[in-house]
């Protein structure tokens, strides 16, 4: 099995990169998976300051994988765990963001995107709310 989260830690930060270009970064089970428990390790691991959390080819993420997609509660603890680690998470983005992808990027404390990004909420285009994600796009308090 591949990994699909490269984990790197240098100097206090930790960088997480999305490392499944063949399906543009899109949330497996798997990728959910391995992300949690790449933030889960960058949460418990004191050596850790803050989180980059970035990626491989030109998609940061396009969201749900529809060939093996997560169970929505996996995704939802996902967001939250994401929201709620105790260490700042900037996402570092050079590519297209799509659907749920907009959920991680929501999620983090500070996006950084460089002038080749463009991001769309896709599921309104076959009549979908992006239920799941609203958790990490609604205004922070």
């Known amino acids: 099995m591949t990994d699909l989260i490269r984990y ?3 100097r206090g930060i930790a960088t997480l ?3 499944s270009p063949a399906n543009r970064n899109a949330l497996s089970a798997a990728l959910v998976a391995e ?5 889960d390790r960058c949460g418990k691991d004191d050596t850790v ?3 980059v959390l970035t990626h491989t080819g030109n998609t940061f993420c396009a ?9 929505p509660q996996a995704l939802v603890d996902l967001l ?3 929201l709620e680690l105790p260490k700042p998470v900037v996402a570092r983005v050079t590519g297209h963001v799509r ?3 907009l959920g991680l990027l929501g999620a983090c404390d500070i996006a950084a995107a460089g002038p080749e990004a463009t991001f769309a909420l896709t599921e309104v285009r076959i009549g979908v709310a992006p239920a799941v994600i609203s958790l990490t796009l609604r205004p922070r308090t």
């Open 80 to 82: 939250r765990l994401l």
């Open 63 to 71: 969201g749900a994988d529809l060939r093996d997609p997560p169970d």
């Open 8 to 10: 790197a830690h240098h």
């Open 35 to 39: 992300l949690r428990d790449a933030l």
């Open 49 to 51: 300051r803050a989180v």
């Open 99 to 101: 659907a749920g992808g």
């Open 17 to 19: 990169t999305l490392d």
